[in-house]
C-alpha cells in the first residue's frame, strides 16, 4: 500500500487549508493509500539562519521531518496563498527539510518524491498562484508533482455546518485526483 505523508503550510486551529487537505486525504485513504498527517507546528522549526544551522545543527523536528519525508512513498502537501506565495511556515521547514546534519545542501528526502499539493482561498482561484510557485520550488528540489491539484475555491462557504464541502464537484474532484496519485504511486513502484 503506498503511504503518504500529510502537512499543511496552516498550523492555526481553524485553518481551511488543512480542511481541505483532510478530505484529500480522506480521498486517498478512501482509494487505499496510507496517509500519516502531521502538523508542522510540532516540527517547530526556528527560521532558518545559518548561524544558528553552524551552532546548533538540525532542529529536532527538522531531523524527525525529513526521516519521515524519506519514509513514506509520497507527499501531500497544503498550500495556503499569502500575497501569490505559499506561507513562511511551509518555506521554512521545507528549506530546512533540504539540509543535512553537516549544514549542507541534501535534497534526498525529496529525489523522485511523488507529491501532490492542495489547496484553498477565500477567492475565486483557490490559492492556485501559491500552489504554482510550491510546483516550481517542488520540482526544483528533485521532486515529482502530479500535475493535478486540488484546489477548492471560495474557502470562507467551501465547507457546510457538518464540515462536508458544499460543492459536490469538488468531493468528486477528490476522488478522482486521489485515484491518479495511487495509479501513479503504483506505477512508480
Ligand atoms: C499575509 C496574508 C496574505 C494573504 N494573501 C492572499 C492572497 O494572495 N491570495 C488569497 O487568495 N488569499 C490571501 N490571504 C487570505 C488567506 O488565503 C486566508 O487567510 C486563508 O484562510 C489562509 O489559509 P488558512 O485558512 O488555511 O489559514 C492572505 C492572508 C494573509 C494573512
Known amino acids: ?31 487505499g493509500g496510507d496517509v500519516t498527517r502531521i502538523s508542522l507546528r510540532d516540527v517547530a522549526a526556528p527560521l532558518y539562519d545559518g548561524d544558528l ?57 525529496f529525489r523522485n518524491k511523488l507529491t501532490v499539493i492542495t489547496s484553498t482561498s477565500p477567492g ?14 517542488l520540482s526544483g528540489i528533485g521532486a515529482l508533482v502530479l500535475p493535478q491539484a486540488f484546489s477548492v475555491r471560495s474557502a470562507f462557504s467551501a465547507f457546510d455546518d457538518a464540515g462536508a464541502l458544499t460543492d459536490e464537484r469538488a468531493t468528486v474532484q477528490a476522488a478522482s485526483i486521489a485515484g491518479e496519485l495511487i495509479d501513479m504511486a503504483e506505477r512508480l513502484g
Open 1 to 31: 500500500m503506498a503511504s503518504f505523508l500529510a502537512f499543511c503550510g496552516s498550523v492555526r486551529a481553524a485553518s481551511f487549508n488543512q480542511r481541505v487537505l483532510d478530505v484529500f486525504c480522506d480521498a486517498v485513504e478512501a482509494a
Open 53 to 109: 544551522e553552524d551552532e546548533s545543527g538540525l532542529p529536532a523536528g527538522i531531523e524527525r521531518l525529513r526521516r519521515a519525508i524519506a519514509a513514506h512513498d509520497g507527499l501531500i502537501i497544503g498550500c495556503p496563498e499569502y500575497n501569490g506565495y505559499m506561507t513562511p511556515v511551509l518555506l521554512n521547514a521545507l528549506n530546512w527539510a533540504t539540509r543535512s546534519a553537516e549544514a549542507t545542501p541534501d535534497l534526498g528526502p
Open 124 to 137: 475565486a482561484l483557490g490559492g492556485m498562484r501559491a500552489s504554482r510557485e510550491l510546483r516550481t520550488f
